[in-house]
C-alpha cells in the first residue's frame, strides 16, 4: 500500500515537513507516479515493531522495583 507523504506523516505521527526532509536525505524510499511522490507503508513496518519492543521495555524498567541498598545504616 502506497501513501502520501500527508499520509505517511499521519500515520507515523510526524510533521509533514519532517517527512520530507528524510524524503531529501533519501532516508525514506518514494516513488512518483506522475504527480506526486508515493511512500511504500510497509517500509516502516521494522521501525514500528522496535518501537513498540523499546515501548515496552521502558515500561517493564520503570515498574521493576528498587533494590534495597545493603549498605543502608540506621543511624538513629
Known amino acids: 500500500m502506497y501513501l502520501t ?7 507515523l505521527s510526524l510533521p509533514k515537513e519532517y517527512i520530507e ?3 531529501m536525505q533519501k ?7 506522475g504527480e506526486q511522490l508515493l511512500i511504500y507503508k ?4 521494522t521501525h514500528l515493531e522496535q518501537l513498540e519492543k523499546y515501548k515496552i521495555l521502558a ?3 520503570a515498574n521493576e522495583p ?10 538513629d
Do not use: C, G, M, N
Not at 510497509?42 to 513496518?45: E, G, R, S
Open 66 to 75: 528498587i533494590p534495597e541498598d545493603l549498605d543502608i545504616k540506621d543511624e
Open 5 to 11: 507523504i500527508q499520509e505517511t506523516a499521519d500515520y
Open 59 to 61: 515500561e517493564e524498567w
Open 21 to 23: 526532509s528524510l524524503i
Open 42 to 45: 510497509d517500509q516502516f513496518k
Open 27 to 33: 532516508k525514506i524510499r518514494t516513488v512518483h507516479d
